[in-house]
């Protein structure tokens, strides 16, 4: 246990990310307090406050201490509830069981995210976040310099809504530390743009599988009031499904901005464009997203 500058005590809980933060009373942060939170967090990657029983009202009042929030493009909430949440309710279907960083496919994705946890079984529905800084930093050398070269398509097929796509790189800066991590996810990522779909799809499975490993991870066992917070740029995260009765959760996400890479692109896209066959079908989806970016002549 740690003692922070406010005087809360922060708690480790794995050595790549994740600690628990008991002091803070998130609904009476005073400026110096969220800086201190924001500190922690961009240390910490992902940070939990149990006890702490939020409205959804303070819950956006919260969320806007860290930025300008953003509705889910999406999926829609409980009409009853500010536009700002999102819920998730496992009796309807809302159980995020796939790895992920939240709305990978728009251009700006979230920043960071910051969640309630209103109801939850006494045991299972745990949450996992990866550090994808720590999953890139221990790729060998070679591994690297290939992925800093790639850029990804992601979209919102997940949510059917498969036209809404965007490119990202593969490996990213994060704007406020500057290190690298790695930048694609089992939910939203369907294809690396420079290699083929073959060659993509088994480069995609490597790193997917890379990045869950539990040694790049934390898994984080609820009480309901706890919020938590994390940092899309470094981070994603899964929930367990292994669990039965109701888990509701609140979320908030704060407004994201351009996602930038270690290098220009260094590749062309990898079209097999020369002749049509029944492989096409393959490049179809990444062939309309890049014809329909290009400026009209
Ligand atoms: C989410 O993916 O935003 C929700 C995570 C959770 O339900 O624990």
Redesign the pocket.
């Known amino acids: 246990m740690i003692d922070s500058e406010s005087g809360w005590k922060v708690r480790p809980l794995s050595p790549a990310l994740g600690a628990e933060v008991i002091g803070p009373k998130v609904t009476r942060l005073k400026d110096d307090e969220v800086k201190e939170l924001k500190k922690l967090l961009l240390e910490h990657l992902v940070i939990f406050m149990p006890d702490q029983f939020l409205s959804p009202e303070a819950h956006v009042e919260l969320g806007k201490r860290f930025g300008p929030l953003e509705g889910h493009p999406n999926l829609s909430s409980d009409a009853e509830l500010p536009q700002e949440i999102?819920e998730?309710k496992a009796s309807k279907g809302?159980?995020?069981d796939e790895w992920?960083t939240?709305l990978t496919f728009r251009s700006s994705p979230a920043i960071m995210?910051i969640?309630h946890?209103v109801e939850c079984p006494e045991f299972g529905?745990d949450?996992l976040w990866s550090s994808t800084y720590a999953a890139y930093e221990q790729l060998s050398s070679p591994m690297k310099d290939l992925c800093e070269g790639l850029t990804a398509l992601h979209d919102a097929h997940p949510h059917n809504q498969p036209d809404q796509m965007a490119i990202h790189p593969v490996v990213r800066f994060h704007p406020e530390t500057q290190r690298r991590a790695l930048y694609v996810n089992q939910h939203f990522t369907r294809r690396i743009v420079e290699l083929s779909a073959e060659e993509s799809e088994a480069i995609l499975k490597y790193l997917l599988g890379w990045i869950s490993q539990p040694k790049f991870s934390v898994r984080y066992r609820?009480r309901p009031g706890t919020v938590?917070i994390w940092d899309n740029r470094c981070t994603q995260?899964?929930?367990l499904n292994d669990f039965s009765g109701e888990?509701i959760?609140q979320?908030v996400t704060v407004t994201g901005d351009k996602v930038f890479g270690v290098d220009g692109k260094k590749y062309k896209p990898a079209l097999n464009s020369d002749r049509l066959s029944a492989q096409s079908r393959h490049d179809r989806q990444l062939f309309m997203h890049l014809k329909n970016e290009q400026p009209s002549s």
Do not use: E, P
């Open positions: 999102f998730l809302g159980i995020a992920h939240d995210s969640m946890i529905g949450t609820w938590c995260h899964m929930v888990r959760i979320r």
